[in-house]
């Protein structure tokens, strides 16, 4: 009796869905996306905190938020070749108009004044529009008597409006001492990275001063100083841990717990 051999049936290989998977900066770990946005992008074995765009931060920490200022768009002062299609390219990306976002929230039971920088729109580069915006944040804060919230994610000062760039960390840091003498409170949430001059400015002038996990904080970056004063840079270098550390941070605090730290925040300035 013979017997037909039969033919291997071919490999079916089962496609994954691009965006379905991601592999984390810090351990390699790969994660599957729909959980890790269930974990508040915060990596389940490392726990490396990664970067989330404006509106997430917005959808994490307030319970209610209404836009305000939307109507502020940057212009091209300098005349800076091809700054108006990157600007254009970006807003398609983030559909912000600029690098911020600024509005009245509601986070648990407290209304605040809730500012939130995208590091998706031109690196989160502060040009005149993200300085205007802080400025008019803060003095909507003062006219409604309630707390100033800034959430900050920045690579500096935008290189395309030049000067007119470097004077936003004179205006928001002076309008801020009016906050100040009005008594009311603000808070600054610095995110990985907040650098240069945001970092010189408003986001290390808060009455309470906090910081995700692993952030990176300073003015020049790293590879600039260490090259600037020819020596090696102590381990953990401009983390937030080595901020705190060194007395620049009041605490860190994972995402997951950033809101009930604010409320509790919130609570204390209001008791």
């Not at 802080?134 to 006219?143: E, M, R, S, T, Y």
């Not at 309008?175 to 408003?202: C, E, F, Q, R």
Request: charged share 25%.
């Amino acid at each position: 009796m013979f017997f037909r051999r039969k033919k291997p049936r071919p490999e079916v290989k089962k496609e994954i869905p691009d965006g379905l998977w991601i592999k984390c900066d810090s351990c390699g770990e790969i994660l599957y996306r729909k959980e890790l946005a269930k974990r508040l992008w915060i990596c389940e074995k490392c726990g490396y905190h990664f970067k989330i765009d404006s509106k997430k931060y917005i959808s994490i920490l307030t319970d209610e938020f209404k836009e305000l200022f939307s109507e502020l768009s940057p212009a091209n002062p300098l005349g800076f070749e091809d700054y108006i299609e990157k600007l254009e390219k970006d807003h398609r990306k983030t559909g912000l108009k600029d690098a911020i976002i600024s509005g009245e929230a509601k986070i648990g039971h407290h209304s605040v004044v809730f500012s939130c920088m995208d590091f998706y729109f031109r690196g989160g580069s502060m040009g005149s529009v993200v300085g205007e915006k802080v400025k008019l944040a803060i003095l909507h804060a003062i006219n409604k008597k309630i707390p100033l919230v800034v959430v900050c994610a920045s690579g500096g000062a935008r290189m395309q409006e030049g000067i007119l760039s470097l004077m936003q960390m004179a205006k928001t840091s002076a309008t801020l001492n009016l906050l100040a003498d009005a008594k009311i409170p603000y808070i600054s949430v610095l995110t990985n990275p907040t650098t240069a001059g945001v970092m010189a400015s408003y986001a290390s002038l808060g009455d309470i001063v906090v910081a995700e996990p692993g952030a990176l904080i300073g003015f020049a970056g790293p590879r600039v100083i260490k090259d600037t004063v020819r020596e090696e840079l102590p381990a953990g270098f401009q983390t937030a841990e080595f901020l705190l550390e060194h007395g620049l941070l009041d605490a860190v605090v994972p995402r997951d717990r950033l809101k009930e730290t604010i409320i509790k925040i919130l609570d204390f300035f209001n008791s």
